[in-house]
Nanobody, 126 residues
Framework: RVQLVESGGGSVSSGGSLRLSCAVSDHTGGIIDISLGWFRQPPGKEREGVAGINTDGSTTYTDSVKGRFTVSKDSAENILYLQMNNLKPEDTARYYC??????????????????WGQGTQVTVSA
C-alpha cells in the first residue's frame, strides 16, 4: 500500500508562487517502481492531471501550466514537489498527489491512479 500526504497549499495573489510537497511511503519498499503526479479539482469540475513524473525522471504537463509549473522528486527522501509560479485565478483548486505502480504513466489521467492523497487547497485571488 502506498500512502501520500500533501502539504504546502495556501492562498496567494495572482502572479504569486507556491510549492506543494507530497510525502510518499510504500510499505513494500521505496518509490522505485512508482510513477507520481499532481492532479487538481477546481470547484464544480472534474479532477484533471496537472504534472506527472516517471521513474526515469521524464515529465509531462497539461498545456495550461507549461512554463509555469515544475514537477520534481527527491527519491532519497521520497518526496514529490510541484513548484507553481505565476499563479492565476484559474489555478484555484484542490491539488492531489497521485501514484500508479509502474515505471511510467501509460495515460496521465485520474482514472488510472492507484493511490491518492487527501489533497491540499490552493486559492489564487485576482
Amino acid at each position: 500500500r502506498v500512502q501520500l500526504v500533501e502539504s504546502g497549499g495556501g492562498s496567494v495573489s495572482s502572479g504569486g508562487s507556491l510549492r506543494l510537497s507530497c510525502a510518499v511511503s510504500d510499505h513494500t519498499g521505496g518509490i522505485i517502481d512508482i510513477s507520481l503526479g499532481w492532479f487538481r479539482q477546481p470547484p464544480g469540475k472534474e479532477r484533471e492531471g496537472v504534472a506527472g513524473i516517471n521513474t526515469d525522471g521524464s515529465t509531462t504537463y497539461t498545456d495550461s501550466v507549461k512554463g509555469r509549473f515544475t514537477v520534481s522528486k527527491d527519491s532519497a527522501e521520497n518526496i514529490l514537489y510541484l513548484q507553481m509560479n505565476n499563479l492565476k485565478p484559474e489555478d484555484t483548486a484542490r491539488y492531489y498527489c497521485g501514484a500508479v505502480r509502474g515505471s511510467r504513466w501509460v495515460a496521465f489521467s485520474p482514472v488510472v491512479v492507484n493511490y491518492w492523497g487527501q489533497g491540499t487547497q490552493v486559492t489564487v485571488s485576482a
